[in-house]
């Protein structure tokens, strides 16, 4: 599967304290595994 | 109950993700605060994101479908997650998205992705951890 990165980095996110997080920043220093889970439930 | 399972399963890892230079994020679909239930739920206390609107999961084509979370296959894995000692919890996001998981090297290079086909296919630890030494 071909992942545009670029595009993909500049989606954001939100972490537990309302702050948006830009995907990208997550690999910017040491490989990210990003696991998606279904829900929290 | 899957996710809690899922969750509480690389948080007894978190630690190797580390000794290989990785940095371990889960994203989610619900509410911002319903991240701090899951940590003490799990047992978590690496980096925690939720993404309400799914743009995440939808650029990446991850699976949505009734067919995903019902089936033979779903009541198997349920009554083994209970069987675990996992009960679940109110629902908290989006009850026919499926997971997934990705890697991604500080060069922008992909590893390793995954796409589940069903609630409860979880990619495995091992492999989430061999997809380090790619980078």
């Known amino acids: 599967m071909d992942i545009d990165i670029a595009s993909f980095g500049a989606l954001v996110v939100i972490d537990e304290h309302s702050h948006r997080v830009e995907l990208r920043s997550l690999w910017q220093q040491h490989s990210a595994v990003i696991v998606f889970v279904r829900h929290f439930g | ?135």
């Open chain 2, 1 to 135: 109950m899957f996710c809690r399972q899922q969750v509480a399963e690389l948080a007894t890892h978190h630690s190797d993700f580390g000794i290989k230079d990785g940095n371990l994020a889960i994203i989610g679909s619900g509410k911002p605060d319903q991240l701090p239930p899951l940590r003490a739920a799990t047992g978590y206390s690496g980096t925690l994101l939720t993404d309400p609107q799914r743009e995440t999961y939808g650029f990446l084509g991850l699976n949505r479908s009734i067919g995903g979370v019902i089936g033979l296959k779903m009541v198997t894995r349920a009554v083994q997650s209970i069987a675990s000692g996992y009960r679940p919890g109110p629902l908290q996001g989006d009850a026919l998205q499926l997971g997934g998981a990705i890697t991604i090297t500080a060069d922008n290079r992909v590893t390793y992705f995954f796409k589940s086909t069903g609630a409860g296919e979880h990619p495995p630890v091992a492999e989430l951890l061999a997809s380090l030494d790619q980078a």
